[in-house]
């Protein structure tokens, strides 16, 4: 594996073409998936919307005294479905992107399969992820931001190595070792693109 990229620029670059060349597989799965995903919030929420309500600034507004306990329920399958999409959009980007890198292509229809049957696995992976990068920031700031880069490969360890739960942490952290700032440097910009987005929709709607 001598052209492996072993620094930061060559992981970055490598980690950009992967996407140049899969993205349009990527997407083709992931925009359905929001689309149907928002279709079903939408009609959730206009079917248990008591007679009367309005939409105030992106807000329902309900009449005075008017029952709410359907539509609380119809938020929370709204949430509860977001939830599930992003672990699942998380699961088929692993599994297109893992295929790429290994030389092969896989198709969405293959990567959707992939990363359902791997839902659970997925859903208590992430559940773990969280607890400990919450309990290493308990402690202090910095353990928590060192916990959270040391095991972010987690997820792919899941995919490549089948290891599941604490064993995929635990093996993210034995990959991590010694490379904690290799991967610092891989993540940030993802992590500055999120941001960057997140920031542009507060200015957005601020203004």
């Known amino acids: 594996m001598g052209d492996e990229p072993r620094s930061v620029g060559g992981v970055v670059r490598r980690g950009f073409g992967l996407w140049a060349e ?13 689309l149907a995903s928002q279709l079903v ?21 309900v009449p005075t005294g008017a029952a709410t306990g359907a539509i609380g ?3 929370l399958l709204g949430f509860a479905l977001t939830a599930l999409l992003g672990v699942l ?20 229809r293959s990567a959707l399969s992939f990363a359902w049957s791997r ?8 559940l ?9 920031s308990l402690l202090a700031v910095l353990p928590g931001i060192y916990i ?3 095991c972010t490969a987690a997820y792919p360890v899941l995919f490549a190595e089948d290891k599941r739960g604490l064993g995929a942490l635990a093996r993210a952290r034995e990959l991590s070792k010694g490379r904690w700032w290799a991967t610092l440097g891989a993540m940030a910009p993802s992590w500055l693109l999120v941001g960057g987005r997140g920031a542009a929709g507060h200015v957005h709607a601020a203004g």
């Open 22 to 34: 899969n993205a349009t597989t990527l997407w083709g799965v992931l925009v359905p998936l929001a």
């Open 41 to 61: 919030c939408v009609v959730a929420i206009v079917a248990t919307a008591p007679r009367g309500s309005k939409v105030i600034d992106g807000t329902i507004e």
């Open 73 to 75: 329920a119809a938020h």
């Open 89 to 108: 959009a998380a699961g088929v980007a692993l599994g297109i992107f893992s295929e790429a890198a290994a030389g092969s292509r896989s198709s969405g």
């Open 119 to 126: 839902i659970g696995a997925l859903m208590w992976l992430g």
């Open 128 to 136: 773990l992820y969280a607890a400990v990068v919450a309990g290493g």
């Open 148 to 150: 959270a880069i040391a």
